[in-house]
């Protein structure tokens, strides 16, 4: 066992979390995360309304009695889901931990906070992870450009981003982004943060609900094999590389605008398009640590093997390293 | 003290080397180096001639007893400078380890060897890393996104590159590009490197011969401070930002041809550029890094302070984290 701050403030077993993943995030996943012992978060956008959430929430309680938290992401659109009630069916529900990403999420964290809820917010820069330390959340999870999903324009990877953030920080705080075994949870804990998120590697599990097709293709691809889309309308996305985001990337190298492609990549917006198990039917979420994934796992399994690895190279290979020098014996 | 497969075949007493750099790798830094128990490269080709190279690996004999090497960086230039009498130059000084870099190193790696020359090769992709390891190197030093100079066209940052390389590669292998501390150093150990290749971390010492400038802003930029030129001609290259650096970038995103930036960046080209301390004359290298430098120690002291750094978080930061569990006590 591998006991962090993180651990110690979630009140889990191990350092592993399981941030919100539209779509992914759902009780199956999230409750076998939880009996693992690891921090799985629901996505409550994924559910079509508050009350939805609040049923989730309840069926993820049937699966699991050990803690889960939900995710609340928010995004800067022009007809925004109603936030409040999506928060006020959480902080109903009695959940303990909720994940924050996105855009000025002061009030909420405030709320949250108020209902004795621990909020843990996912951000890709230091400056940004030093404003929501400054607006009182308990923990950060810093995401570099590995990650799948929105990595933000600076581009650092968390091998730099991670030790930069740990020098300014000082709650608790997950890396996020390039996470799959235990060599990266090892290496993760000596850049000084507390703790893994995993996303893409959640995906790749039996319980992750979607299409087998998606998961083996996790399997299949290699590192490179992502793409970076919407770059040039700087809401940059991290995708597997299909036909549909070579074709985006394609357009935006020409100087498309944002209506020449948001068409698109409507394909699997919509729990349908990772149920059809057409990996090319439109754009859908992977990191690069894709690289990483050989295989489909058990939640349980994939958990205990990264602890299990974790421990092998903290406490046998590293410490086989050691030569005490004659002036020190 | 740290043993690893890399300083036991090249007989150093540190897991750390400070690999070729253009301008910077001469015999006051390399010695410096090489006394303080790492391993140290000359750059061949800072060197005007062949005959310049021999007395410049002479000159470093005399600064220092320990083992030291040359960097032999193969680049696709139309007019190439005399690879083979560089060759011929490094063989007959008597230096026992090389660092090749660039294409098609075969040829180079083949003689080298012949010689009882130990050779690690440089670069930036794992199928890059299997070619050389199948050449017959006896090393890889593998070079994430992170890194100055050039990182290649894939974008994989040593998170992902190093664990993918280390699934493949049998031969031992340094990690490359974003590292500085003792965090990074036992990052790259947990997740499957042998030890570490600093390059923009040694330019911020005292004894790197680049004028004090130089090193200041290595010191004052952060981890965004960094651009990639000559990305639209697929010859990538990471540099410090500046006015220059911006310049090309914008000129590039606009479409331009090689012919139309080329001249802007002829201003550092050459040991001129890094003595004049003009940091905005031209493009000089420096890696996201430069966001984990806060100072310019000597490089006895930098070693020092990343193996103590390193010692202490393998063996009291983790081992601390240990919880054995109720079972298995």
Known sequence: MIKTRFTEMFGVEHPIAQGGMQWVGTAELVSAVANAGALGFLTALTQPTPEALAKEIARCRTMTDKPFGVNLTILPTINPPPYAEYRAAIIESGVKAVETAGYKPEEHVTEFRKHGIKVIHKCTAVRHAL???????????????????????????????????????????????????????????????????????????????????????????????????????????????????????????????????????????????????????????????????????????????????????MYRRLANLRVVSKAAE
Do not use: Y
Request: aromatic share 4%; net charge negative; with cysteine.
């Open 131 to 313: 404003s929501a330390e400054r607006m009182g959340v308990d923990a950060i999870s810093i995401d570099g450009f590995e990650c799948a999903g929105h990595p933000g324009e600076d581009d650092i990877p968390g091998l730099i981003l991670i030790p930069a953030a740990a020098d300014k920080i000082k709650i608790p705080m997950l890396a996020s982004g390039g996470f799959a075994d235990g060599r990266g949870l090892v290496a993760a804990l000596a850049l000084g943060a507390d703790g893994v998120n995993m996303g893409t590697r959640f995906c790749a599990t039996k319980e992750a609900p979607l299409h087998d097709n998606f998961k083996q293709a996790m399997v299949a691809n290699d590192e490179r094999a992502t793409d970076l889309i919407f770059r040039s309308f700087r809401n940059t996305a991290r995708v597997a590389r299909n036909a549909i985001s070579q074709q985006v990337v394609e357009l935006e190298r020409g100087g498309a605008k944002f209506e020449d492609v948001s068409h698109l990549v409507k394909g699997t917006r919509g729990r349908e398009g990772l149920d059809t198990g057409d990996t090319d039917m439109g754009i859908w979420s992977a990191g690069m640590v894709q690289g990483l994934i050989h295989d489909v796992p058990s939640v349980k399994e994939l958990i205990e093997r990264v602890i299990h690895e974790a421990e092998e190279i």
